[in-house]
């Protein structure tokens, strides 16, 4: 079983190669995009990640040049991924920020324009847990206390954002895009608790007018 997967795969990495090849020398950046990204994929799924993130960030200029951000936003993803699991949280945090607000513009401009990206976008959730993830690691990591506030801050309006992008596309409702993040001292006396199941613990961010507070456990 195993070589036959191992085949399968060599037979795909080279059908990938050869067409980013040929929408290199037809000139289409948009599809050598796609090409070269999917082949980095593969490669991050067989443990290859230097491999994986070279491909990945030829993914992404080729996305550049193409001017696609529905590309630009998976390959920054994708190199988010492949440097968390090389151990290089800072540049895998930076990648998926940038991932993220990639794909906040590509929702604003497809709204504007009046089309319905729910099938071509996918499941976008992944993203925004793994944003989380990495900055609630992150706040664990600080001591200094308007860097926590400012790090847990940048989580709920990722948590928030999530929830409204699986709003907006369940209902197919862009007025949902309005929608805003319940401040946690919008109401006097009021505490926001906000619970964030991740693959290892859970998490609970708590917040007041004093501020908000985090809590893990395994």
């Known amino acids: ?60 200029r080729a996305g550049m040049r193409a001017d696609a951000p529905d590309a630009i936003y998976r390959w920054q993803w994708q190199a988010g991924r492949i440097q968390r699991a090389s151990g290089h949280v800072d540049e895998a945090l930076a990648a998926d920020r940038e991932a993220v607000a990639t794909l906040a513009r590509l929702r604003a401009d497809t709204a504007a324009a009046g089309s319905d990206l729910t099938a071509a976008l996918g499941a976008t959730g992944d993203l925004y847990t793994e944003l989380v993830d990495l900055l609630l690691g992150r706040v664990a990591a600080v001591s200094d206390g308007a860097e926590r506030q400012a ?35 919008a109401i006097p006396g009021t505490l926001v608790v906000y619970p964030v199941s991740l693959p290892d613990r859970l998490e609970l961010i708590v917040g007041g007018s004093g501020g908000l507070e985090h809590f893990s456990v395994p």
Request: aromatic share 6%.
């Open 1 to 60: 079983l195993a070589a036959r997967r191992g085949s399968e795969g060599r037979r795909a990495a080279d059908v990938l190669l050869r067409a980013a090849k040929a929408a290199s020398d037809a000139g289409d950046a948009r599809d050598e995009s796609y090409a070269l990204g999917w082949l980095g994929g593969l490669y991050e799924r067989s443990g290859r990640s230097d491999d994986a993130l070279s491909l990945t960030r030829r993914a992404l």
């Open 151 to 185: 790090l847990l801050r940048e989580a709920l309006q990722a948590l928030e954002s999530q929830k409204v992008n699986e709003l907006r596309d369940y209902f197919r409702d862009e007025c949902l895009a309005a929608q805003h993040e319940a401040a946690p001292d």
